[in-house]
């Protein structure tokens, strides 16, 4: 699995941070999404996978190897 | 009604659509109007009648309205003649100080992310230490007042009041006037006139501040915009103003009604508020909080927007330039997506629910409102275990006629 984010959609909702902090960040200067890794362990999968369902601008895909 | 009706395809629409918003059942101060949750039973969407004879489209189920919140082709611009005004005060709103909650991107972007930094999750849970204290200092005072003691006026609104004065830059010592102001700005019958005057006093205000912040900047929101944004030529200073009474309005109204309303249900559920008042569980909390946001649904009168292109729609295309509103307080309660949804639940453990709405306006200040929640429910029903209602539920007065739903006034002694 891999994730990636689309930082121009992005509106700094923090949802994703809440739901995997493992996984995603915000940046400094103004709380847009950055990935802490693009590749999450196998235990976070699942929880990557709800993190980019409920993301309110539809700025992270999930793709299943 | 004194305002004529926008012009609009559908004002000559035969009579039997509902009017909109509804009124909730008496003695269900907790439930959407019951004439809701049929509209939602018996299709996917309908047509209502609004304050001024518009008929604007109604959706009411939890996945419709989250693909058209972000659908492109769905506008928050209320300029458009096609939105559908939540009254005639807010359109006096946005004529005087247009923001970025009723604009599309770019411009929505652009003006947004002048002020995400400060919103972001790490920022906020700095500033859970600085809450708590508030928090605990305004039960202190309530602690040693005469008995009954109004929760809105000594806590409800002066927890999230503080905190917004503390990140903007406000002086706290002002509340009164902002209060009052924004108090006129989110009734629902508020006049033009009216909201017009409240709403230039306040970025007048707002102006006075950001001039003085640019003189001497501090480290708060405000000094922030003046500096980075204002003294760049970026923005005007009325641009910045507009949006410092955003953030102020919508910083203490919403998470001041969740704090009242959300005691007062779980004052109706003592085996919640039982379960809440024992846990040293974060998690537990953190869930309670969004329980209550989703059970309450405090901002009550449905998304409001306008499509830009037609939209299939199930049986009905959704014409370019119809009003369309989206009742997120139904969607919270739909069965395909929460068991039991009348049911309050504070481990439901679930953050999916659209109280705090879904696209690209989903709520700036979410951060910040969940860690208030969570501060004041870990807190106040710890310290106060006996806390109980000092009159009985039918006498409160209930804010039916607010753009945001709660109680005007909560008694309550110990
Ligand atoms: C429990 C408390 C709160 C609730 C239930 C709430 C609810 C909402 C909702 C439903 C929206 C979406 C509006 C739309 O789609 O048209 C929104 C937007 C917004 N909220 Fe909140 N809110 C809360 C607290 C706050 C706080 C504490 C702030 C602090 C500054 C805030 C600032 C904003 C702003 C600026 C927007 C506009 C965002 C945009 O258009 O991009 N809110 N809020
Ligand atoms: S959930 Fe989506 S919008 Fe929110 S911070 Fe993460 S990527 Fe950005």
């Known amino acids: ?65 | 009604m004194t305002h004529p009706a926008a012009p609009s395809p559908t004002a000559t629409a035969p009579a039997g659509i509902p009017e909109y918003p509804m009124a909730r059942a008496s003695g269900c101060p907790f439930d959407p109007p019951p004439a809701l949750r049929a509209l939602q039973t018996e299709g996917r969407i309908s047509r209502v009648r609004l304050w001024d004879g518009s008929t604007p489209w109604l959706v009411t189920r939890y996945d419709d309205e989250r693909a058209l919140l972000s659908d492109p082709c769905i506008s928050s611009d209320n300029t458009h003649p096609g939105y559908p005004h939540v009254s005639a005060g807010a359109l006096e709103r946005r004529k005087r100080a247009p923001t970025f909650i009723n604009m599309d991107d770019p411009d929505h972007a652009r003006l947004r992310r002048m002020v995400t930094a400060r919103f972001a999750i790490k920022r906020v849970e700095a500033l859970r230490p600085a809450i708590q204290r508030i928090v605990d200092e305004l039960i202190d005072a309530m602690l040693t007042a005469p008995k009954p003691v109004d929760l809105v006026e000594e806590f409800a609104l002066p927890v999230p009041s503080r905190v917004i004065c503390e990140l903007l830059g406000v002086p706290y010592a002002d509340h009164g006037f902002f209060q009052s102001n924004s108090r006129i700005l989110v009734k629902r019958d508020t006049s033009p006139k009216a909201a017009g005057e409240a709403i230039d006093k306040l970025v007048h205000y707002l102006e006075s501040l950001v001039t003085e912040k640019l003189a001497h900047p501090g480290d708060d929101l405000l000094s922030k915009l003046a500096v980075e944004q204002v003294a760049t030529g970026e923005i005007s200073t009325r641009v910045a103003a507009a949006m410092g009474t955003l953030l102020l309005t919508a910083g203490h109204e919403t998470t001041a009604n969740m704090i009242a309303l959300g005691t007062l249900a779980l004052l109706q559920h003592p085996d919640q508020l039982a379960a809440l008042r024992e846990t040293g569980d974060p998690g537990l909390i953190a869930s309670a909080v969004e329980e209550l946001l989703r059970y309450l649904s405090i901002v009550h009168t449905g998304r409001r927007r306008v499509a830009l292109a037609d939209i299939d729609f199930g049986d009905v295309v959704i014409r370019a330039g119809d009003g369309v509103i989206l009742a997120n307080d139904a969607a919270n309660r739909d069965t395909s997506v929460f068991p039991d949804p009348d049911r309050l639940d504070i481990d439901r453990g679930t953050r999916q629910h659209l109280a705090f709405g879904f696209g690209v306006h989903q709520c700036l200040g979410q951060p910040l409102a969940r860690v208030e929640l969570q501060v004041v429910y870990a807190t106040l029903y710890r310290r106060i275990p006996t806390l109980r209602l000092a009159v009985d539920l039918d006498q409160l007065p209930f804010k039916s006629d607010g753009l945001v739903y709660g109680v005007y006034k909560l008694p309550v002694t110990w």
């Open chain 1, 1 to 65: 699995m891999r994730i990636s984010v689309d930082q121009d959609k992005c509106i700094a909702s923090g949802m994703c941070v809440l739901a995997v902090p493992e996984v995603f960040d915000q940046r400094e200067e103004d709380g847009i999404v950055i990935l802490r890794t693009d590749v999450p362990p196998p235990e976070l999968r699942e929880a990557a996978r709800e993190a980019a369902a409920s993301c309110p601008s539809w700025a992270i895909t999930v793709t299943e190897s």
